[in-house]
């Protein structure tokens, strides 16, 4: 009969197979796979060490579009940016909230860059690999504005992953709608997660299903992906529909109540830049996009429509070239000025 420190040791050996084969299917960065907020409290405090008079935030169409220490030196300005790789629009508003908003310095200016009609699509790159760079710009109080991002992206048939810790449970439609049906996020009152929770909740169940029967139908499991240089189908440029499920008036928000001037800053496609003509639903759009951030006294500059940005100019993609970085920082400087009230010099 075997000993207790027999069946110990065996146990043991057992629990540590058992582990370390489920360590093999980890990523290898796990233990950052958590809300924890370390790439925001880096970079606040990089932001308060240096003291920017102006603010960029952007993914690679910052990044790759303008240089922006070049802006600083022929604007006798101090800048600073941060450089986000497949920035979402969630990925925006927390670096908005928890680097500037909670920061103990005020920029005069922020300027956000983005490709239309990104600051719109709520589910857009906030799954899969994209869940772990959210993480590090997240703090435990923003889980619930996450989940109910994640609810919607579930709801309008991009995902049906839920986060809940580090694990990922996959639902099905229903279960999907009884769980936050449960939680409710209720415990939020009054908060950006309770008022999209009450906005996704009005949504025709009837569409949704149908939504989601559509996209997992046989015919387009194997439906080629969208190219990132690609032009979004057109439902993604509903303006008034979209908008009431984005983050942008939160956005709009949180540059109030720190009171530096807010600056969206919509770079050209590369398509258009070859010739192509926007499609009357995207001229729609920008027209309702520039209308609506007018009204909320929001600066809007569309570099889109500059006929001095040209196809020669771009390398991969929708991206500027680094030969034309200085040429294209100064075209858009031109457009700083033109802004009414704009600050031009330190």
């Known amino acids: 009969m075997p000993s207790v420190i027999m069946r110990i040791t065996c146990f043991l050996a057992g629990l540590g197979f058992v582990l370390g084969l489920g360590a093999a299917f980890l990523p290898r960065n796990i233990p950052f796979a958590i809300p924890n907020g370390l790439q925001a409290v880096e970079e606040r405090l990089r932001f308060e060490n240096n003291h920017p008079q102006d603010y960029f935030i952007g993914s690679s169409m910052l990044h790759r579009w303008i240089d922006v220490s070049y802006f600083g030196q022929i604007t006798n300005r101090t800048v600073q940016y941060l450089y986000t790789p497949a920035l979402s629009s969630l990925g925006i508003y927390l670096l908005l909230k928890n680097v500037v908003v909670k920061s103990n310095y005020t920029p005069q200016r922020v300027f956000i860059f983005f490709r239309d009609p990104e600051l719109t699509r709520l589910s857009w790159r906030i799954d899969g690999q994209y869940r772990l760079k959210l993480w590090p710009m997240m703090f435990p109080e923003d889980v619930a504005l996450y989940r109910v991002a994640d609810y919607y992206n579930a709801l309008v048939g991009n995902s049906t992953f ?185």
């Open 162 to 346: 839920i986060p809940l810790g580090l694990m990922t449970i996959v639902m099905r439609y229903d279960d999907v709608l009884r769980y936050y049906r449960q939680t409710g996020l209720t415990q939020w009152p009054g908060s950006v997660a309770t008022r999209m929770t009450a906005t996704i909740s009005s949504l025709p169940r009837e569409k949704l299903q149908s939504q989601l029967d559509q996209r997992f139908a046989m015919e387009g499991l194997r439906r080629r992906p969208e190219s990132d240089a690609g032009i979004p189908p057109d439902t993604h440029y509903d303006f008034d529909r979209l908008q009431k499920y984005s983050l942008l008036p939160e956005m709009v928000t949180l540059a109030k109540s720190k009171s530096f001037q807010l600056c969206f800053v919509k770079v050209k496609r590369r398509i258009f830049a070859e010739g192509a003509s926007p499609a009357p639903v995207q001229r729609r759009y920008d027209e309702a996009l520039k209308q609506y951030l007018a009204g909320q006294g929001v600066c809007y500059i569309d570099l889109q429509n500059d006929p001095r940005i040209q196809a020669e100019f771009y390398s991969d993609g929708d991206h500027i070239a680094e030969p034309y970085f200085h040429k294209v920082t100064d075209i858009f400087l031109d457009h700083v000025k033109a802004v009414p009230n704009a600050v031009t010099q330190p």
